[in-house]
């Protein structure tokens, strides 16, 4: 079965240029989050959809950071302009259920994306 | 105060070793626990749900305390594999929104 796919898989750009990351979910899966890791912050949850519908984004950073989920297999992360505090790694997660409704109903993570912002 | 709290480490342990941490959590209101792996530049993985009464996968055993409000962890007989970092993972109260902790990480020796 095809896990999480993310890409690119790394990503360089200079400050102020607009980066997309993308995201499709395991088929079937309802929720799909998204995450930033760093190693100040550890891994920090910035959205997550419910049916393509964001449900929360209370931590998403910035208003230079966007969500959407276009649809059930499509999801896009845009950070607009772009500054070197968001070098991070960008995780997309997908579950069947949301944690803890469930027993045994992990988040599958993607390989991520490495950001660098120069 | 951070909602999960994790020693960092490093846990360098002999292969063949029993390592064991633990990991707190301040939300009382969490229902669900889990530990995740996470080797050096990958994505975590699940290792194991914790669950009240404790549980065992192999030579992995996880529990939890909700009265102290923490979840262990305990590694028997390591191999060179198991290096890694562990995350502990706590559902923010019924929301199921996860909380991740900072990781403990762990290193075995030949």
């Known amino acids: 079965d095809a896990g999480v796919i993310q890409s690119p898989r790394h990503e360089v750009t200079e400050m102020g240029q607009e980066v997309t990351l993308r995201c499709k979910p395991i088929?079937?899966?309802?929720?799909l989050f998204w995450y930033r890791q760093t190693m100040m912050r550890g891994l920090e949850l910035l959205i997550y959809f419910n049916n393509n519908v964001p449900i929360d984004d209370s931590g998403m950073p910035e208003d230079r950071f966007s969500a959407k989920m276009p649809n059930a297999s499509f999801s896009t992360l845009k950070i607009q302009p772009s500054e070197p505090r968001d070098s991070a790694v960008y995780f997309c997660?997908?579950?069947?259920?949301?944690?803890?409704?469930?027993?045994?109903?992990?988040?599958?993570f993607g390989d991520g994306t490495r950001l660098s912002i120069l | 105060r951070k909602e999960v709290e994790q020693d960092p480490g490093p846990f360098n342990v002999p292969e063949g070793a029993t390592v064991a941490f633990n990991c707190t959590y301040s939300?009382?209101?969490?229902?669900?626990f889990f530990w995740y792996r996470q080797d050096c530049r990958k994505e975590p993985k699940l290792l194991m749900s914790v669950y009240s009464s404790g549980n065992e996968d192999g030579r992995f055993t996880a529990q939890l305390n909700r009265a102290s409000q923490y979840i262990s962890l305990l590694i028997r007989d390591s191999k060179l594999s198991d290096s890694a970092t562990y995350l502990c993972?706590?559902?923010?109260?019924?929301?199921?929104?996860?909380?991740f902790g900072a990781g403990t990480q762990v290193v075995v020796t030949p």
């Open positions: 088929s079937g899966h309802d929720y």
């Open positions: 997660a997908s579950s069947r259920f949301l944690t803890g409704t469930q027993r045994d109903q992990p988040q599958h």
């Open positions: 939300n009382s209101a969490s229902q669900s």
């Open positions: 993972v706590v559902n923010r109260g019924s929301w199921g929104k996860l909380q």
